[in-house]
């Protein structure tokens, strides 16, 4: 039974998606991850058969609970506990209860597996590969390029949601059934695992992302290096075979990689030709090559670790980048194309551990990281299968130099460490403890019961919510009211549900004629605005939506417009060099007639990104007269 609880995370995690909820991927990912976890502590409280503890397979547990305990204590002094506990709404993996149910996993793996029980999980895991494989192969012959709003077929996504993140996974998963492939004898076997694995390559090179042809160009290396040179030398036909192939796919369908490449060229050549020609530097501010912008976040990511002593200690709390980064946001940013970007991300996961956990987070990792090798060594020794399990774990902290890790690739970043623990063990032996009393068995019962009921209102809270937004976007507020009302009463924590049931109720207060239903709407939803206001006052998205809403309560009774000006103040104030954050309210007070205070926030957006049409025409708008003159 408990082998089976294992098997259902590998394989199932990453196929899940569901169209119900507001984040179609990874939030049903978590939610999997949530109750699978769940059933694992609950199995665990309620056996009492299982391997011997206190063996060497346990060591991993050191680093891994210091690791835990070091997010524990960020989190204690989070910028935004919820959002550190939860996780960052529509992002969710990377909160402390998802670190706690991927240690919860791992120490079952632990504590129930046996050698023999690590191939067939990779097999598991082979096959959920294959099948995600599979998908994206479809996608990029078109099967369901009408359906996404992103292009699918341009660029493969599969069952993870987003190109980098599914070629973050297969190249976790690739090593296995190429192993598989040159240890299997029998002939369908290796016919199985040769497709398997070409089908695995082609989903990660059908992403066209730039951290999985990376991935791709390590990987043959790090299986020259960690693979049994005898098992590679008497199988160097299939493997030419296999590398002849994804050749002929690479070169035959090079994607965006080919438009990459002469947009890269082109780059190359004009500033060779701005350098040939000595032209002098332009006085129009100049658009920032989109390759560099990721440095350009780094750059404030890295000055707001350095911002102050607790932050480079602990950290500003997991999952808080969005809120933590937004006072040292780089002015350069207003010079690309991402802009008006809000960054919930550093799009390098060791900066993102950097500013949330601070260095002792870091060192926490890092302890883990170098445990892990420390058992692959062990662990190679005695049995082939831990080379291409160490491969592909490998490869999670390559790839998230450009990026972060997601649920499915998580999950098997604790996973593979657990199962390289049992490979290198000695301790097979299984025990039994005394049976477990009935008082026991009704407490894990209670709590299973309890604990599922709260994830089942998370869950269902977010199908409400994403059927609320639907109906207000159709225009039916009233019945999208219902829904918000039902989303904030399950998930009462989640300040997204309450800010927009918020605004939806303003609007509907605003299509109603009847001046004591303007009055009950918008009396509950000052309410509902103050709760999203209590509950993460440092998020901006919560600040915007709370100035639109309030405007909207100004335009039923002026007395609203000090709170406008107000949120206005709170937000600009959060979102120091955000020009849109200015432009904004400086619109919004322009329709309440505040035009001096709206002149100082356009002008503001206009010194933050001078070629802001928008806040130009704005200005020329509210001051023609100022605005004639300085012409």
């Not at 011997?52 to 690791?67: C, D, N, W, Y």
Request: aromatic fraction near 14%; glycine fraction near 4%; hydrophobic fraction near 50%.
């Amino acid at each position: 039974m408990a082998k089976y609880i294992i098997f259902a995370s590998i394989f199932l995690t990453p196929l899940i998606f569901n169209f119900s909820t507001r984040e179609l991927f990874e939030f049903p990912k978590m939610i999997v991850i949530y109750v699978i976890s769940l059933i694992a502590f609950s199995y665990m409280m309620i056996s009492h058969s299982h391997v011997q503890k206190g063996g060497e397979r346990f060591s991993i547990m050191k680093p891994l609970t210091a690791l835990l305990a070091l997010n524990v204590l960020s989190t204690v002094f989070s910028l935004d506990v919820n959002t550190s506990v939860f996780g960052y709404y529509t992002r969710f993996n990377g909160g402390l209860i998802s670190l706690f149910s991927y240690t919860m996993l791992a120490y079952f793996s632990l504590t129930f597996l046996l050698k023999r029980d690590v191939a067939e999980s990779a097999f598991w895991l082979s096959l959920s590969s294959m099948i995600s494989g599979l998908y994206a192969i479809a996608q990029h012959l078109g099967i369901d390029k009408d359906f996404w709003v992103q292009d699918s077929q341009a660029r493969a996504f599969s069952t993870l949601g987003q190109p980098n993140w599914l070629a973050a996974y297969l190249l976790m998963t690739l090593p296995i059934p190429l192993y598989f492939l040159l240890v299997s004898v029998k002939r369908p076997a290796r016919i199985f695992y040769f497709l398997t694995t070409l089908i695995t390559f082609c989903g990660i090179w059908f992403t066209y992302s730039l951290s999985g042809f990376l991935g791709l160009i390590l990987l043959p290396i790090l299986i020259l290096v960690f693979f049994n040179k005898t098992l590679l030398k008497r199988n160097s036909k299939v493997i030419v075979i296999l590398i002849t192939a994804a050749l002929l796919i690479a070169i035959s369908q090079p994607g965006i990689f080919s438009a990459r490449l002469k947009s890269a060229f082109k780059i190359i050549a004009n500033r060779l030709t701005v350098v040939a020609s000595e032209q002098a530097p332009s006085q129009e501010p100049s658009q920032i090559d989109t390759s560099l912008i990721r440095l350009v976040v780094w750059k404030g990511a890295a000055k707001l670790f350095a911002s102050s002593l607790k932050t480079a200690l602990i950290g500003t709390g997991p999952e808080t980048f969005a809120y933590a980064f937004l006072p040292f946001r780089p002015l350069e940013l207003n010079q690309t194309t991402e802009w008006d970007f809000l960054y919930n991300k550093a799009h390098n996961y060791y900066l993102d551990l950097l500013t949330g956990t601070g260095i002792l987070g870091v060192i926490g990792y890092f302890w883990f990281v170098f445990a892990v090798i420390k058992l692959y060594r062990k662990a190679s020794a005695r049995e082939k299968l831990a080379a291409p399990l160490f491969i592909g774990w490998l490869t999670l902290p390559v790839t998230n130099f450009f990026g972060w890790p997601v649920v499915a690739t998580s999950l098997l970043f604790f996973i593979f460490p657990a199962l390289l623990a049992v490979l290198g063990s000695d301790d097979e032996k299984t025990t039994t403890s005394p049976r477990k009393s009935f008082g026991v068995k009704l407490g894990a019962l209670v709590l299973f019961v309890v604990t599922i009921k709260a994830i089942s209102n998370i869950f269902l809270a977010d199908t409400d919510f994403s059927k609320a937004s639907s109906l207000s976007k159709q225009g039916y507020f009233s019945q999208a009211n219902l829904k918000f009302s039902t989303a904030a009463a399950k998930n009462p924590v989640e300040p997204t549900y309450h800010r927009e049931y918020a605004f939806n109720l303003v609007q509907e207060a605003l299509s109603s004629p009847d001046e004591n239903e303007q009055i009950r709407l918008g009396s509950t939803a000052i309410v509902q605005a103050e709760t999203a206001y209590r509950l993460n006052p440092v998020n901006s998205l919560t600040l915007k939506s709370l100035l639109r809403t309030y405007y909207g309560l100004a335009k039923i009774d002026p007395v609203f417009e000090k709170e406008v000006e107000e949120y206005a103040k709170r937000v600009t104030a959060l979102a120091p060099s955000e020009p849109k954050t200015f432009y904004d309210s400086a619109l919004i007070l322009s329709y309440l007639d505040k035009n001096k205070e709206a002149i100082l926030y356009a002008k503001k957006a206009l010194l933050l990104k001078p070629d802001y049409t928008e806040a130009e025409d704005l200005l020329v708008k509210l001051s023609p007269t100022d605005k004639t003159k300085e012409r």
